[in-house]
């Protein structure tokens, strides 16, 4: 299976980014995707912040503390995309954006989860 997450970019505190993540390589559907968020200055997976998660098939989801009410995780069946609108960014939103896939898990929360890692995309929020 392989993901391809999109739509970084550098914008302004207060702005909105959309994310998007397209599954592609496998028949099956995934139980789980999820994005995680590696900050600046660090360079180790384990190190990456868990962001948001939603189970593929019920659509329920889990959201880390910090964005919460900001951000919104869906995802779209036909097209094999999950997406991650953010909203009211601020800097510490700032970091490389990874997609990742589950098959074993219903929801991913831990570094541990996930089967599958896209590319990263890069999100800067100014100040």
């Known amino acids: 299976v392989q993901l391809q997450a999109s739509g970084g970019g550098l914008v302004t505190a207060g702005d909105s980014l959309t994310l998007s993540c397209t599954i592609s390589?496998?028949?099956?559907?995934?139980?789980?995707v999820g994005w995680f968020r590696q900050p600046p200055g660090t360079e180790q997976y384990w190190q990456r912040k868990?962001?948001?998660?939603?189970?593929?098939?019920?659509?329920?989801?889990i959201y880390a503390d910090a964005v919460k009410d900001r951000f919104t995780i869906s995802r779209d069946n036909a097209k094999n995309t999950v997406y991650l609108q953010m909203s009211s960014l601020n800097p510490d939103d700032t970091g490389v954006y990874y997609c990742?896939?589950?098959?074993?898990?219903?929801?991913?929360?831990?570094?541990?989860?996930?089967?599958?890692w896209g590319q990263g995309t890069l999100v800067t929020v100014s100040s």
């Open positions: 990742v896939a589950s098959s074993r898990n219903r929801l991913i929360t831990t570094i541990y989860d996930p089967d599958t």
């Open positions: 390589g496998r028949t099956l559907k995934p139980d789980a």
């Open positions: 868990f962001v948001s998660t939603i189970n593929w098939d019920r659509g329920d989801t």
